[in-house]
């Protein structure tokens, strides 16, 4: 079947935007999901129970249920209770909640693989606990959570398609609404993959970029 050019060219300016849209909201998902992700993973290394076990039992309920369904949720059970909710927020709302589950894992395993002699070494200097984690613990920490916080990015970024279903037009709806008028399923959805691929090849040489900066930095 030979694509119809003229028709993905007109197609693209619209595609291009909702491309745009769909990076608006996974910056907003993980950026808010970071500082959810820092606290929640904090939680978990706490010594006190009735802050550990609120921020495990959390971090399992998102990360044991499909993202779709805790969009369904929050857009359409909230109005049932009487809080209705425009659809860029629970989109930003249900990403954020969902990233900050995985980010939090990924702190919590960033800040173990640091040695406990750090820690020891803080606080012989006369450091307090909260004073160690900030100045020591932490930047070491950042440094290596950076693949995984570039992979949790790009799944955002592909997941955040999910967002279509509450008729949000990001990237995947502004593809579906072309198609529902012009009826050219495979030109679209081909350039539509092509704009992920991009986007996803794009935020994968950030994140090698910053990787080789940071090693720079440490010789």
Not at 77 to 93: E, K, M
Not at 148 to 165: R, Y
């Amino acid at each position: 079947m030979d694509f119809d050019l003229s028709l993905i060219s007109n197609s693209i300016p619209l595609l291009i935007k909702g491309a745009g849209v769909t990076l608006e909201i996974t910056a907003l998902a993980v950026g808010f999901g970071l500082l959810v992700g820092l606290c929640l993973g904090l939680g978990q290394l706490s010594k006190s129970r009735i802050l550990r076990w609120p921020c495990k039992i959390y971090v399992d309920v998102i990360r044991g249920t499909p993202l779709l369904v805790q969009i369904f949720i929050i857009y359409f059970a909230l109005p049932i209770i009487g809080h209705r909710i425009d659809p860029f927020v629970a989109a930003v709302t249900a990403c954020s909640l969902n990233s900050g589950a995985y980010v939090a894992e990924i702190f919590r395993a960033g800040i173990q693989s640091i040695s406990l002699d750090q820690m020891r070494a803080g606080l012989s200097l006369g450091m307090t606990t909260a004073q160690t984690m900030r100045y020591i613990i932490l930047p070491q920490a950042i440094k290596r959570i950076i693949p995984p916080l570039g992979n949790e990015f790009i799944a955002m970024l592909k997941d955040s398609s999910l967002v279509s279903v509450i008729g949000f037009e990001e990237l995947t709806r502004s593809g579906q609404l072309i198609i529902a008028e012009t009826y050219a399923t495979m030109e679209i959805w081909t350039v539509v993959a092509i704009l992920y691929l991009v986007m996803t090849l794009t935020i994968t040489q950030l994140v090698g970029f910053m990787e080789r900066r940071l090693r720079l930095v440490e010789r």
